[in-house]
Structure formats: C-alpha cells, structure tokens
C-alpha cells in the first residue's frame, strides 16, 4: 500500500498549518495538489529562506467573497464549497506561478491563473491557512510516500495506539509519524485504526482485522 493523501483541518482567521510537520516539503518537481472544503478564502503560503518573513508567494483560493483567485484575477463561479472537497493545483516551476482546477498539474486547459516572476524565490516550505475553518485532503507528492504490506485477517500485538474514525490511508500517515510505529492494524468494519510495534511474522489470525507493516 502507498500513502498517497492525508487530511488537514485548517484553523479559522487563517491559523497556518506547516505541511512540513506531515512530511511534506516542496520537491523538484515544483508542485502541490490537494482538494479543498471551505466557504472562502482559503490560501496557500509558499515560503522561502530569504527575507525577514520568509513568505515567497501567498495564493488565495474563494477570496472576494469566493469570487476570486489570487494573484487578483476574477472568477465568476464560486471556487470553494464548505460541504464537499473541489480539487486544485499550484505550480512554481522556474519562477512561473500557476493555480488551476483539479489535480493534473500544469494542465493549461484547468489553469485559474499564472503570473511569471521576473526574479524567482526559492521555495523551502508550504502552509496553509483559511478565514473560516476549512478541510485540505493534502496529496502526497511522487517520492514522498511510504509503503505497506497488507496482511488480510490478521492483528499484530501489542498495540501502541488506538482510535476510531480513521480510513486505513489516515492510519498509514499516523503510523507513518508516530516515531515508536511499524505497522498498524486496521479494522473496516468500526474504522478502528490501532497502530503497533509488531513486525509481519508476528502477526496472528483475527478475522476483523488487516495488519499492515511498513516495508
């Protein structure tokens, strides 16, 4: 299995979340794809070692009342909704800022906008924030992902951790942060995500449970 996303609540009046405490840090690719539920305003910081801030470029997503895309262009529709998840991307590649719809990256036919940047910043973190509270399902970039080995009807013992709710790609990144974590159990069922020390041949037959430990 690959963890390919993970979830992220933003905090309201545009409390940050560094994705750098999730693992994520900008690649050579120059690029971040995620889906977003908020009713307005939700922006991306993309930040740099340069300067007294440390803020390279600031992108907002659903301002002016969910009107607009910044870098100041005006959109018609609403961009963002605050009862499902819309898809976007954001490229700095080179110095040329591009935001778009959905999660093909550089896709000039989905592009919202794009500016070019005369003198390019180098992009060292990522952060996110919204007016209101928002939800991100932030997508891992190639490279960046973890791997597990998934073992139907079996548990392993003893149990670090433990919570209800989860969906087995959540409980792979916790699994994947926890530092003590090499495996985790997983039970559909009650979405029951334990997370564990054992190792593949020490997992035992339970019929509720899939085990799963990194490789």
Same mark, same amino acid.
């Given at each position: 299995?690959?963890?390919?996303?993970?979830?992220?609540?933003?905090?309201?009046?545009?409390?940050? =979340?560094?994705?750098?405490?999730?693992?994520?840090?900008?690649?050579?690719?120059?690029?971040?794809?995620?889906?977003?539920? /908020?009713?307005?305003?939700?922006? =991306?910081?993309?930040?740099?070692?340069?300067?007294?801030?440390?803020?390279?470029?600031? $992108?907002?997503?659903?301002?002016?009342?969910?009107?607009?895309?910044?870098?100041? &262009?005006?959109?018609?529709?609403?961009?963002?909704?605050?009862?499902?998840?819309?898809?976007?991307? $954001? +490229?700095? &590649?080179?110095?040329?800022? #591009?935001?778009?719809?959905?999660?093909?990256?550089?896709?000039?036919? +989905? &592009?919202?906008?794009?500016?070019?940047?005369?003198?390019?910043?180098?992009?060292? #973190?990522?952060?996110?924030?919204?007016?209101?509270?928002?939800?991100?399902?932030? @997508?891992?970039?190639?490279?960046?992902?973890?791997?597990?080995?998934? /073992? +139907?009807?079996?548990?392993?013992?003893?149990?670090?951790?433990?919570?209800?709710?989860?969906?087995?790609?959540?409980?792979?990144?916790?699994? @994947?942060?926890?530092? #003590?974590?090499?495996?985790?159990?997983?039970?559909?069922?009650?979405?029951?995500?334990?997370?564990?020390?054992?190792?593949?041949? #020490?997992?035992?037959?339970?019929?509720?449970?899939?085990?799963?430990?990194?490789?």
């Amino acid at each position: 299995m690959i963890v390919k996303h993970f979830n992220i609540t933003t905090p309201k009046d545009y409390g940050r =979340v560094n994705l750098s405490d999730y693992c994520i840090k900008p690649t050579t690719d120059s690029s971040f794809k995620f889906e977003a539920m /908020a009713s307005d305003n939700l922006w =991306v910081s993309l930040i740099t070692d340069i300067g007294v801030t440390g803020i390279g470029y600031q $992108i907002g997503i659903g301002s002016n009342a969910n009107k607009c895309c910044d870098i100041r &262009r005006g959109i018609e529709n609403n961009l963002l909704d605050s009862s499902e998840y819309r898809p976007f991307w $954001i +490229s700095w &590649r080179d110095g040329k800022i #591009e935001v778009g719809y959905g999660l093909i990256v550089r896709n000039t036919l +989905s &592009r919202l906008i794009v500016w070019d940047d005369p003198e390019p910043l180098n992009i060292t #973190e990522i952060k996110l924030s919204s007016k209101p509270e928002g939800s991100c399902i932030v @997508h891992y970039p190639t490279g960046n992902t973890v791997k597990y080995t998934k /073992a +139907s009807e079996k548990r392993g013992t003893p149990v670090l951790l433990s919570n209800v709710g989860y969906n087995v790609v959540e409980c792979a990144f916790r699994c @994947h942060i926890e530092p #003590e974590c090499i495996s985790f159990n997983y039970k559909e069922s009650s979405k029951m995500c334990e997370l564990s020390q054992a190792r593949f041949s #020490e997992a035992t037959h339970d019929a509720l449970y899939n085990f799963y430990s990194e490789c």
